[in-house]
């Protein structure tokens, strides 16, 4: 089973679509007031306009801004925490083991945690004569 798509509830949508374009570097594929989407290896991240926190009803499944929580793999952590530092944007944690894997944890304009993790070495196998 793989990830299809994640949906991120946002107040500004402007503004988080230059956070994950300009500042995490994805490709943006579609782009509205309400409804954006990026392309992702295998996947789609969608932006949903979020009703204003005065006005969303808490006992709906109507969610509001910084509802989500996604998780990214890249193939060099310690590069991208360093590009991602330069840019400005809030680490939330340091890249540290967790389980056995290299993972970070960055903050989005609306403070939604957003988790990035390194992916696996390839294994190299030697041969067995």
Known sequence: MRLNYAIVFVSDMQRSVAFYRDM???ALRFESTHWSEFNMEGATLAL???D???EADFDSERPTAGYCRPGFGVPDLR???KRMLERG???LQEPSEVAGSLVAQY???DGLSISVGQYPAPHSETPVS
């Open 24 to 26: 995490f570097g994805l």
């Open 48 to 50: 949903h306009l979020a």
């Open 52 to 54: 204003p926190a005065d």
């Open 79 to 81: 590069a991208f925490h």
């Open 89 to 91: 944007v809030a680490c």
């Open 107 to 109: 903050a989005d304009p």
